[in-house]
């Protein structure tokens, strides 16, 4: 069963449970995929859903800190169950130092000797790594590494 299937399945299920949060959580995320594949007109895979939810991820932390400088705690409340339902579709994340692994064998095989490398070797990176880890704090570990 691919990704998206699952988010219609779990979709479904919400509706039959009459379960309007999670109904309005996972009608959002379905339209961002279905959006996604009308605009780049293809279907697709799990990597690309992954990316997908990976966005809506990200929109939902930056609305948070909006809503919570704004003093809007009803919207701050929703936007945080909409994330930890999003979250549940990502794989296991993983640790630092499996990431600090990867880096390393990114540095090593691309021959990175300063920042100007930094493009190379997020571009291997960010396949092993989309929905594993928070790509900003990767590209971090990358720059403090390669002395930027």
């Known amino acids: 069963m691919t990704l998206k299937d699952r988010i ?16 309005d959580a996972l009608r959002m995320l379905a339209a961002a995929i279905q959006r996604r594949e009308v605009d780049e007109r293809i279907t697709l895979d799990d990597a690309q859903t992954l990316s997908v939810i990976d966005k809506q991820i990200k929109q939902a932390r930056e609305s948070i800190e909006q809503y919570h400088k704004g003093g809007r705690a009803d919207l701050v409340a929703k936007e945080q169950a909409d994330l930890a339902l999003w979250q549940a579709y990502l794989p296991q994340p993983l640790s630092d130092v499996e990431i600090d692994r990867l880096i390393a064998d990114a540095v090593q095989a691309t021959g990175a000797a300063s920042v100007k490398d930094m493009g190379k070797i997020m571009a291997i990176l960010k396949p092993k790594l989309q929905g594993r880890a928070d790509m900003a704090q990767v590209g ?6 390669l002395g930027g």
Do not use: E, G
Not at 8 to 23: E, S, V
Not at 140 to 145: C, D, L, P, Q, T
């Open 8 to 23: 219609k399945d779990d979709l479904k299920q919400a509706m039959r449970d009459r379960d309007q949060p999670r109904i």
């Open 140 to 145: 971090a570990k990358v720059r403090a590494r």
